[in-house]
Antibody
Framework: QITLKESGPTLVKPTQTLTLTCLFS??????????VGWIRQPPGKALEWLAF???????RYSPSLRSRLTITKDTSKNQVVLTMTNMDPVDTGTYYC????????????WGQGTLVGVSS | QSALTQPASVSGSPGQSITISCTGT?????????VSWYQQHPGKAPKLMIY???NRPSGVSNRFSGSKSGNTASLTISGLQAEDEADYYC??????????FGGGTKMTVL
């Protein structure tokens, strides 16, 4: 059974850096073709893709957020970490960790999401 | 990267069929057969319903089907049931090796 769980701060201040961790189980991020990504959703709004990292450390970023995002993996801990710099109130929302069973971009598995607020 | 265009809302009566459109460009929907559809109930994480335009993951009802013509993809739900009431999002792979979502469609069962 595949599970993904997001963790991180519930509130950050504007201009701060957000660090989110996805702890996963049920698959290995060392296996060929495997990857993990992040999606976010502002309250009452649409989904937005953020980043994706493959087993071979190949990384993909949203073109509009590329300069603010960094995605890394720690295969020994079964973790993927997303950092987003210069947080703004518009970045408030639920952040989901995702995993495709077949291949990106079909996102079969989702974490429960973690709500992050940005406010001074 | 602009979001894919979906109708804000659609509705139908139980037993009827509805179709949700998802319009992109020749750089995303029109260029690749990597269109997916997600169902999201309030307060829940999205669920993959269709991948690669028309494929259903194991466990998804065959009442859900997908198709594509040119730059527009479509999700059809037949035999509408109360539990189908949810938000639906399309997504597509893009020529910049990224992923773009639609604005979402609120589907109401009358």
């Amino acid at each position: 059974q595949i599970t993904l769980k997001e963790s991180g701060p519930t509130l950050v201040k504007p201009t701060q850096t957000l660090t989110l961790t996805c702890l996963f189980s049920g698959f290995s991020l060392t296996s060929s073709g495997v990857g993990v990504g992040w999606i976010r959703q502002p309250p009452g709004k649409a989904l937005e893709w953020l980043a994706f990292i493959y087993y071979n450390d190949d990384k993909r970023y949203s073109p509009s957020l590329r300069s603010r995002l960094t995605i890394t993996k720690d295969t020994s801990k079964n973790q993927v970490v997303l950092t987003m710099t210069n947080m703004d109130p518009v970045d408030t929302g639920t952040y989901y960790c995702v995993h495709p069973k077949r291949r990106f971009p079909a996102l079969d598995d989702w974490g429960q999401g973690t709500l992050v607020g940005v406010s001074s | 990267q602009s979001a894919l265009t979906q109708p804000a809302s659609v509705s139908g009566s139980p037993g009827q069929s509805i179709t949700i459109s998802c319009t992109g460009t020749s750089s995303d929907v029109g260029a690749y057969n990597y269109v997916s559809w997600y169902q999201q109930h309030p307060g829940k994480a999205p669920k993959l319903m269709i991948y690669e335009v028309s494929n259903r993951p194991s466990g998804v009802s065959n009442r859900f089907s997908g198709s594509k013509s040119g730059n527009t993809a479509s999700l059809t739900i037949s035999g509408l049931q109360a539990e189908d009431e949810a938000d639906y999002y399309c997504s597509s792979y893009t020529s910049s090796s990224s992923l773009v979502f639609g604005g979402g469609t609120k589907m109401t069962v009358l």
